[in-house]
């Protein structure tokens, strides 16, 4: 009796194994189908976003000249005489850009210095995610508090400032992109092996000349690519611009002026009353395929940067 309860006890743990091993093989075989699934949809929804901008752009410019678009300096949409220039959007976009990577680049790069220099763990472990917490502040946040407190401010320095202009939120982009440029470079420094710092410092290399000759220049790929994804970031930013650069179509290079940027002219139209299948609705589309390229090609340039200059260890 003993014996037949063993060898049923046996069938059964067989029969259970088989299954679960039945089981386990179903769900190894749809898993990668399932990741297909998710990978495709992805995929397609980024082809239907292009060819949605293609369509309506290529429908724009059968109503008004590409040349005329590329190099207007003239923006009026409305009226009788309404003029397509892009090339003031094109500017505040730049101005705006640049303005916040020079409040970036410096404070950012500084901070990751700091952080995989000199910092020892437990101040790293406090203050990255305190510097990670400029990340999380939503961005119509910091639109208004570039034009109720950094705008004030810079007119008692600047007393021609506009109310709206493109120096405060410009410089708000920047203190928003520092912990892009921060957290990215600190780990390119991070991945530099630690026996480049001790020989250079068996050398007799200060911590100084440690940080500036031998670990920026070795994680440099990574710190460039930073500021590149830093500058396509601060190019497609929204709310910032639209609250506090204002919506004045101005072609010019003065940051005291207001200017407006081609996210903020998006807004600004789809916000309005454009009616469907206008010039001025298609404008909407020729812009956003603009801006697409803009930061297409600045992510092209960080993966360029990354690959090319790459060190491996």
Known sequence: MANQKADISVRELIKQNKSTLNTNRLIEALVPKFLLVIATISIFTTIGIVFTLLFETVEFFTRVPIVEFFTGTVLKPLGDNAQFGVLPLITGTLISSAIA??????????????????????????????????????????????????????????????????????????????????????????SV????????????????????????????????????????????????????????????????????????YIVEVTGGDAPAGSTLYYSLYAVAMTLFLFTLIMNLIAQYISRKYREEY
């Open 101 to 190: 990577m020079f409040v970036a680049i410096p404070i950012g790069l500084m901070s990751a210095i700091f952080l995989s220099e000199y910092a020892s763990d437990r101040v790293r472990r406090v203050v990255k995610p305190i510097l990670e917490v400029l990340a999380g502040i939503p961005t119509i946040v910091y639109g208004f508090f570039a034009f109720t407190f950094v705008t004030p401010l810079l007119q008692k320095i600047i007393p021609s400032l506009e109310p709206t202009n493109i120096l405060s939120p410009g410089i708000v982009m920047g203190i928003m992109i520092i912990p892009m440029v921060a957290s990215l470079s600190e780990d390119a420094m991070s």
């Open 193 to 264: 092996p630690n026996s480049m710092r001790e020989g250079a410092l068996a050398l007799g290399a200060t911590r100084l000349e440690v940080s500036w000759k031998v670990v920026v220049p070795a994680a440099m790929s990574g710190i460039v690519a930073s500021f590149v994804l830093g500058i396509s970031r601060a190019i497609g930013e929204t709310m910032i611009v639209t609250i506090a650069s204002g919506s004045t179509k101005n072609f010019t290079f003065d940051v005291t002026q207001s200017m407006q940027t081609m996210t903020a």
